[in-house]
């Protein structure tokens, strides 16, 4: 049976086409595209999604597997089996902004894509905050005033150093995942263990 995957978009995709050409598999088809967001190879559909969509589609059952950001995963809770990491994709999660405003003495403002983490970290710190939603750039928020700091994904830490700003605190760190719906993973088992047996053992080896 031939096995659906869906791959997030932009960073990742890349990231992951590369992974796949490591282990051997042509990727010629995927390489040369265009913009086509369905793209047939011989014993796999590819998708080609937004993060959040792509969990979605793998909820749903209309793809056997997804690749994703671990920032999805904690932020959308989607219902799919979380297989494994991937050695790609990592960055972690910060909290972010300027020291002088660390230690305000009222209640802070965060920035952030991502509420419900924001939510959970500072639960946890049992520290009260209003949750700012922003879709990107979040840096901007500290900077004109919008936040007094930020929960974001931090890489190189470029952004935050060319904007002036400075990790506050690690939230947590972040990989690519492979997931895959609950129901395939049972009925496609013979077409999907040999393909997640592969990354399995790259993975493992690495
Ligand atoms: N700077 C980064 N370095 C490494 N991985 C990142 C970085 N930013 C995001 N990611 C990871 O890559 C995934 C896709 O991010 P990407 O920025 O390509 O899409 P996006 O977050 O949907 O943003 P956009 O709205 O710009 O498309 C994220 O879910 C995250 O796991
Ligand atoms: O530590 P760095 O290597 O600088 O990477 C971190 C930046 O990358 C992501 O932004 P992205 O480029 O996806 O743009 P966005 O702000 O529109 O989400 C993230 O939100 C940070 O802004």
Redesign the pocket.
């Known amino acids: 049976m031939k096995i659906n995957i869906a791959l997030t978009k932009g960073r990742l995709e890349k990231q992951f086409l590369q992974y796949l050409k490591s282990l051997g598999f042509n990727i010629e088809p995927l390489e040369n595209k265009g913009r086509k967001l369905f793209v047939e190879a011989e014993e796999m559909t590819f998708i080609f999604a937004k993060g959040v969509d792509v969990a979605t589609y793998v909820e749903y059952g209309i793809c056997d597997l997804g690749i994703i950001g671990e920032d999805i995963l904690v932020e959308y809770q989607p219902d799919v089996f979380d297989l494994l990491p991937l050695p790609f994709g990592k960055?972690r999660f910060a909290l972010a902004g300027k020291k002088s405003l660390e230690n305000v003495q009222r209640k802070r403002r965060i920035a952030t894509?991502y509420p419900n983490i924001t939510h959970r970290y500072f639960r946890q710190k049992q520290e009260s905050v209003d949750i700012v939603k922003l879709e990107?750039?979040?840096?901007l928020a500290p900077i004109l005033g919008l936040a007094d700091a930020i929960v974001?994904?931090?890489?190189?830490?470029?952004?935050?150093k060319e904007n002036g700003l400075e990790i506050l605190d690690e939230v947590q760190p972040i990989t690519a995942r492979l997931i895959a719906n609950r129901s395939a993973l049972k009925i496609k088992k013979s077409s999907l263990d040999p393909f997640i047996k592969k990354l399995q053992q790259e993975v493992i080896f690495k």
């Open positions: 960055c894509k990107g750039s979040v840096e974001d994904i931090v890489e190189t830490g470029t952004t935050l």
